[in-house]
């Protein structure tokens, strides 16, 4: 069995992270994410799916946008997305911020022989103090801001720890400890609602 670009593209856009105190912006046609103050960026379209013409679905939301005070905004470029949203965004002043590449598989025979990765990498549940602290680092080292504060990681710890026995592990992701230069690169507009 083969994947579709389609069926990569709605599986890419079924999937958005979003940190348990981020606040969420929604509406019909897109989701807003407004972070916390320790990550690099304050707000992020991770979900853009108009009904209506493109150029005034843009235009509402980066209205909304605007209201929610920080001057900059990362809007994540999905392969799904509509045709010209890239345009529509340059017309605006946005800019390409990071570059992503997708590496999609058909997993239904089981996972692909791997080769042995060239950097030492460890795969940890993240359901203690130390785990969650180094996958924030991670986080921090591949898109910016600062670690959480203790608190918030002490949480998340405890959070996970409760629910990767209770069969819900999705949430509580491994973390991949890896080296820095070997980050994914991820494609996304930052513009200024403004």
Avoid: C
Avoid at 53 to 70: K, S
Avoid at 104 to 117: E, I, Q, W
Avoid at 132 to 161: I, Q, S, W, Y
Avoid at 177 to 186: I, K, M, N
């Amino acid at each position: 069995m083969s994947l579709s670009t389609e069926a990569v593209a709605a599986a890419g856009a079924a999937w958005v992270w979003m940190p348990d105190d981020a606040e969420v912006v929604e509406d019909a046609g897109y989701t807003i994410l407004r972070l916390p103050d320790y990550y690099g960026f304050d707000l992020s379209v991770v979900s853009f799916t108009p009904a209506g013409p493109l150029a005034p679905a843009v235009d509402a939301v980066l209205a909304r946008a605007r209201t929610l005070g920080p001057p900059v905004l990362d809007w994540q470029v999905l392969i799904g997305d509509p045709p010209g949203l890239r345009d529509e965004l340059a017309a605006r002043g946005g800019r390409v911020k990071l570059g992503l590449e997708i590496l999609a598989a058909d997993l239904a025979d089981g996972a692909p022989a791997l080769r042995p990765p060239t950097a030492p990498v460890e795969l940890r549940w993240a359901t203690d103090f130390v785990t969650v602290r180094d996958g924030a680092a991670v986080e921090v080292t591949g898109f910016g801001g600062e670690l959480p504060p203790a608190t918030r990681l002490e949480r998340t710890a405890a959070r996970n720890a409760k629910a990767t026995p209770a069969g819900r592990a999705a949430r509580s992701s491994p973390t991949w400890t890896v080296s820095p230069s070997e980050r994914a690169a991820w494609r996304s507009w930052t513009a200024s609602p403004g």
